[in-house]
């Protein structure tokens, strides 16, 4: 079933498999994706696609700076009729909420997701109201140095499971996207090959997958590298742990293993842990990303020992 969303998606983004996986894999861990890079590289294509690979319920939520918090969240609206407030739902209210360049929007519509993204529920008028399962939210943004956007606070961006750069195509798959998106584009012909209560079952199924306590031990000795780590000013949230152990489960559930991998949480930790992190100004000074840090953390951790035995624990550059 996997391989039939994976296929779908990569039949509209030509050229990004390891994007396309990432996605699935954030999916099937029951968390929210941010899709960063210059405009025109198909961000939104990407989030699009993937919602609309799946039969769920799927809303749009175009961020621009005069958009209110509570186009976001919903509000309540008084009936003339009834003598009563009634609560109308806003956007926010479906499966997949694909929130197009993000940070355009104020700092006060931006905190709108906070609760919706960790909690999945909404309160207005101390009601709180339950967001349908599953639910995911795949936010698009521009780099923060371009002309209109507001950066996303750090409690904004820790609730992101992973963040992922789409990047220019090649030139082949440039040429090939030209044949099949320069006539018409191949959303219109695009149909779900999964359904909402599919992907419940997915996910149930990644919640099972074993992961060892050497493992563990690995995924948070790698986040505890990033809070003492010279190089940066903040370190990775408990929350991250927890987010880089899920899409392990996740990663190892595609590659059709039931069991983690320290290989799993290697490969995971760039997009997992780095859009958290807050480069000391050093490092800003030499010009290194969180990127490279985390990089090099995952060099210098030792891996587990009874995986460096085994050979299981190859280091992934």
């Given at each position: 079933?996997?391989?039939?969303?994976?296929?779908?998606?990569?039949?509209?983004?030509?050229?990004?498999?390891?994007?396309?996986?990432?996605?699935?894999?954030?999916?099937?861990?029951?968390?929210?994706?941010?899709?960063?890079?210059?405009?025109?590289?198909?961000?939104?294509?990407?989030?699009?696609?993937?919602?609309?690979?799946?039969?769920?319920?799927?809303?749009?939520?175009?961020?621009?700076?005069?958009?209110?918090?509570?186009?976001?969240?919903?509000?309540?609206?008084?009936?003339?009729?009834?003598?009563?407030?009634?609560?109308?739902?806003?956007?926010?209210?479906?499966?997949?909420v694909v929130g197009d360049e993000i940070n355009r929007a104020s700092p006060k519509t931006q905190s709108a997701l906070l609760e919706s993204m960790e909690e999945r529920q909404v309160t207005?008028?101390?009601?709180?109201?339950?967001?349908?399962?599953?639910?995911?939210?795949?936010?698009?943004?521009?780099?923060?140095?371009?002309?209109?956007?507001?950066?996303?606070?750090?409690?904004?961006?820790?609730?992101?499971?992973?963040?992922?750069?789409?990047?220019?195509?090649?030139?082949?798959?440039?040429?090939?996207?030209?044949?099949?998106?320069?006539?018409?584009?191949?959303?219109?012909?695009?149909?779900?090959?999964?359904?909402?209560?599919?992907?419940?079952?997915?996910?149930?199924?990644?919640?099972?997958?074993?992961?060892?306590?050497?493992?563990?031990?690995?995924?948070?000795?790698?986040?505890?590298?990033?809070?003492?780590?010279?190089?940066?000013?903040?370190?990775?949230?408990?929350?991250?742990?927890?987010?880089?152990?899920?899409?392990?489960?996740?990663?190892?559930?595609?590659?059709?293993?039931?069991?983690?991998?320290?290989?799993?949480?290697?490969?995971?930790?760039?997009?997992?842990?780095?859009?958290?992190?807050?480069?000391?100004?050093?490092?800003?000074?030499?010009?290194?990303?969180?990127?490279?840090?985390?990089?090099?953390?995952?060099?210098?951790?030792?891996?587990?020992?009874?995986?460096?035995?085994?050979?299981?624990?190859?280091?992934?550059?």
């Open positions: 079933m996997v391989e039939r969303v994976r296929a779908s998606v990569e039949s509209v983004i030509e050229g990004k498999p390891e994007a396309v996986r990432i996605a699935l894999t954030v999916m099937l861990a029951e968390g929210h994706l941010l899709i960063e890079d210059v405009p025109g590289v198909g961000k939104t294509m990407l989030a699009k696609t993937l919602a609309r690979s799946v039969d769920c319920t799927v809303r749009r939520i175009q961020f621009t700076p005069d958009l209110l918090p509570s186009d976001v969240t919903g509000t309540n609206i008084f009936d003339q009729n009834r003598r009563d407030f009634e609560f109308r739902p806003g956007a926010i209210f479906a499966q997949i207005i008028d101390g009601t709180s109201y339950e967001l349908p399962s599953p639910f995911m939210v795949i936010a698009t943004q521009n780099p923060v140095e371009m002309e209109g956007t507001y950066p996303l606070p750090e409690a904004q961006r820790d609730r992101f499971m992973a963040r992922i750069s789409i990047g220019y195509p090649g030139p082949e798959a440039e040429l090939a996207m030209l044949d099949t998106h320069g006539g018409a584009s191949p959303l219109d012909g695009l149909r779900p090959v999964a359904h909402s209560h599919d992907i419940l079952g997915l996910i149930e199924a990644v919640r099972s997958v074993h992961v060892a306590d050497t493992v563990r031990r690995y995924a948070v000795d790698l986040v505890g590298a990033t809070r003492t780590s010279p190089e940066l000013r903040l370190g990775a949230s408990p929350r991250a742990t927890l987010h880089l152990l899920r899409a392990a489960r996740a990663a190892a559930a595609l590659e059709g293993r039931d069991y983690v991998l320290p290989d799993d949480v290697q490969a995971l930790a760039v997009p997992v842990l780095a859009h958290r992190l807050l480069p000391s100004a050093e490092t800003q000074l030499s010009r290194r990303s969180s990127e490279q840090v985390v990089r090099d953390l995952v060099q210098r951790l030792p891996i587990p020992r009874p995986f460096a035995d085994q050979g299981a624990g190859a280091r992934r550059g």
